[in-house]
Nanobody, 114 residues
Framework: QVQLVESGGGLVQPGGSLRLSCAASGKIRYLYTMGWYRQAPGKQRELVASITSGGSANNADSVKGRFTISRDNAKNTVYLQMNSLKPEDTAVYYC????????WGQGTQVTVSS
């Protein structure tokens, strides 16, 4: 069974950048659309970005122009480059297929604060 492991989170000041990685322990079929999700305290998990097997990406309006999703199918890894971070980006970030269909990983905490 595929397991997803997210990494790269941390504490960053407003305006800063982070790059998240999501590694799959098993083979993610290259046909899957992958997504990055986030869940802030007291809020529902939301999709922030997705990328098709062919590399077409879509971002939520809240992160357009700031976040970039990418993937390396050969490495079974999905990335999320986050620039111009805002306090409202603070959340636990997860990756999964889109729509989500795999067991959720532990996520990686992103905290944007001065």
């Amino acid at each position: 069974q595929v397991q997803l492991v997210e990494s790269g989170g941390g504490l960053v000041q407003p305006g800063g950048s982070l790059r998240l990685s999501c590694a799959a322990s098993g083979k993610i079929r290259y046909l899957y659309t992958m997504g990055w999700y986030r869940q802030a305290p007291g809020k529902q998990r939301e999709l922030v970005a997705s990328i098709t097997s062919g590399g077409s990406a879509n971002n939520a309006d809240s992160v357009k122009g700031r976040f970039t999703i990418s993937r390396d199918n050969a490495k079974n890894t999905v990335y999320l480059q986050m620039n111009s971070l805002k306090p409202e980006d603070t959340a636990v970030y997860y990756c999964n297929t889109h729509p989500s269909g795999l067991p959720w990983g532990q996520g990686t905490q992103v905290t944007v604060s001065s």
